[in-house]
């Protein structure tokens, strides 16, 4: 029977049908759904903390709010994304235990010190930049809480990443300190930022599986490509040099070719030996434990609540 109900789910599958969370699915596609879902929202949530670290030295108000908003915005995606990942059967608590014991993976690129302000144009126009490319083509996922919490996320997005090329826009064009810093920020997110895309597709173990399920819709590798031939005409236009010598358009390919990146740097944040890994987990278990009377209070608060209402 077992077999019948998965020939029926790989049938929806290739009819681009969305699978539902009381639709029967194959074990390992809730897991590897779970897996990947609740890394996205572990990576929106401790995405706050490179940002948050300069809200209060924005150079101006306006600076502030659309930094402050944006920083807002990457909660909401995080908690949107658990509230999807809750409907495959994991609780939230399990989700947070994961990701606060330092058993679940979050993404490598938070782990990156934000030192100046052009870090938040850098971030903004190459981080978020990257997470559209990577996103976009989840709003076509096959299971359908995913595929509709993408819609949002990649319209607020967008406005992630125009509001940071903007910055680096005005920081381009300014004094030539403002400009070295535009220069410095690119060099040192520009490699972090083509890591973020996952591994190469040789090695990427579960690219094969999600495309078939249509959980990914394009590999690590076309993602990156994709990344690097629309980010290059951007600086180019305000002026900055990509970080790499190699870089060069092939015209055979309708491409650019580029440089070989530091893959054990990658694997390295990846297993948590980062610059910023330690200080990110201790800022989020920090916050969550000082947070801890506001949740009991909340919870004492809907309790009395519930009872007067049944008196
Ligand atoms: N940082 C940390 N871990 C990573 C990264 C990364 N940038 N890329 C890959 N990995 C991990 C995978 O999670 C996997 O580990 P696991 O088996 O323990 O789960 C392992 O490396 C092998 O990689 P893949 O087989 O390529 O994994 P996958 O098919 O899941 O592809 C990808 C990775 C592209 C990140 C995919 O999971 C994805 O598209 N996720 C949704 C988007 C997302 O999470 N974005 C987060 C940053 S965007 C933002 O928050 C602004």
Known sequence: QIKNLEEQFEARIARDEKIEPKDWMPEKYRKTHIRQMSQHAHSEIIGMLPEGNWITRAPSLRRKVALLAKVQDEAGH??????????????????????????????????????????MGAIGWLVDGAAIINQVPLCNTSYGPYARAMIRVCKEESFHQRQGYEIMIKLANGTPEQKEMAQDALNRWWWPSLMMLGPTDDVSVHTAQSMKWKLKRKSNDDLRQQFIDQTVPQAELIGLTIPDPDLKWNEEKGCYDFGEINWDEFWQVVKGHGPMNKERMKARV???????????????HAEKKQERKQK
């Open 286 to 300: 920090g916050a969550w434990e000082r947070g801890e009377w506001v949740r009991d209070a909340a919870m004492v």
């Open 78 to 119: 995080g908690l949107y994304l658990y509230s999807a990942t809750e409907t495959l059967g994991i609780s939230r608590d399990e989700m947070y235990e994961q990701l606060h014991s330092g058993k679940a993976k979050y993404s490598s690129i938070f782990n990156y010190p934000t030192i100046t302000w052009a870090d």
